[in-house]
């Protein structure tokens, strides 16, 4: 059997932060995605689904995200009921996260930039001191092989002993 859940959406409001009577916190919010396709008027709609976190991680919830904050939710589906004052059964349905990603700085939440992207820095943000320490670096590692330069540029010939092969 399986019960995974991915989500990545938009807090709706602060998040909720209580403590059982054994002191062990649990956070609630809600968390709107935005479904892949428009309504016949055009509108893009979302869901809103409940979400509920325990222990730690719903201390760093509490303290870091807000109305509007980016966040991708890891966890499974989980249904329970309780009796109503009035009475009746009631059912709920929400998500247990079992991991909670910030996916924007804390500051950029819901400011958005003129470039279209939420928190980007704007510039070069190595400024000039890092991008010649970068350079040292490089000259620091002749003989090996960045990951991002392809290794069989230049001579078409690599250079294999009968040691190296696996076989």
């Known amino acids: 059997m399986m019960n995974r859940v991915v989500l990545v959406g938009r807090l709706t409001k602060d998040p909720e932060l209580r403590y059982t009577p054994n002191g062990v916190a649990v956070a609630t919010f809600t968390l709107a995605v ?15 689904i409940n979400c509920v976190v325990w222990r730690k991680p719903a201390e ?9 904050s980016l966040a991708g939710v890891d966890g499974r589906v989980q249904t329970r ?20 990603q910030f996916l924007e700085p804390k500051n950029s939440s819901g400011d958005r930039g003129d470039n279209g992207s939420y928190g980007a820095p704007q510039g070069n943000p190595f400024g000039n001191s890092n ?12 003989g090996y092989t960045r990951v991002d330069e392809d290794p069989f540029a230049g001579s078409g010939q690599i250079d294999i002993s009968d040691d190296d092969l696996p076989f």
């Open 34 to 48: 935005n479904r892949p396709f428009s309504s016949q008027s055009g509108e893009r709609e979302a869901d809103f």
């Open 60 to 68: 760093n919830v509490a303290n870091f995200l807000k109305k509007g």
């Open 81 to 100: 009921n309780y009796e109503g004052q009035d009475g009746k059964r009631v059912y709920v349905t929400e998500i247990l996260a079992e991991s909670v």
């Open 131 to 142: 991008q010649n320490q970068r350079q040292n670096n490089n000259n620091n590692n002749q």
